[in-house]
């Protein structure tokens, strides 16, 4: 399918006066584009979990949207320090959030795990002291 649109974010590292920014930006130009409202659901929450993430844990990074007719990609790149066990990672409430991110409210373990099940598909790159690189599609 060729490409409808083609988005780029900067997220920076614990900014979260603008946390949320991006994945609002997407939800909103979804709606205008008339995607389905629960796609559009689906990848507002993805996304967002997936911006949080970097915010709280990387050294901040890049968010890339690719929109075709049949699926929306998210690519979220960071240089942050790479996630140690993956499959630890996505159990649901495990966290290596700091106590000061978890009294914001946030840091509560459910963002790779949403991140899941939210999208059709889930890949996540990470190299220790590097970075990681989590890449979502959910289908039209």
């Known amino acids: 399918m060729s490409e409808v649109l083609r988005l780029q974010y900067h997220i920076s590292n614990s900014d979260f006066t603008r946390a ?63 996630i140690p066990d993956i499959d630890k990672a996505m159990e649901e409430g495990y966290s290596t959030a700091p106590d000061n991110i978890r009294t914001l409210g946030f840091g509560a373990g459910m963002g790779l795990p949403n991140m899941k099940k939210y999208s059709d598909s889930l890949k996540i790159d990470t190299k220790i002291g590097v970075g990681t690189k989590v890449t979502m599609v959910v289908k039209m």
Do not use: F, W
Request: net charge neutral.
């Open 20 to 82: 949320g920014e991006a994945s609002s930006d997407v939800k909103r130009k979804l709606k205008q584009m008339g995607v389905d409202p629960k796609v559009v659901r689906r990848v507002a929450i993805a996304m967002y979990e997936g911006e949080i993430n970097m915010v709280i844990h990387a050294e901040g990074g890049q968010i890339e949207v690719i929109i075709n007719k049949s699926e929306i990609k998210m690519i979220l790149s960071d240089n942050g320090p790479g």
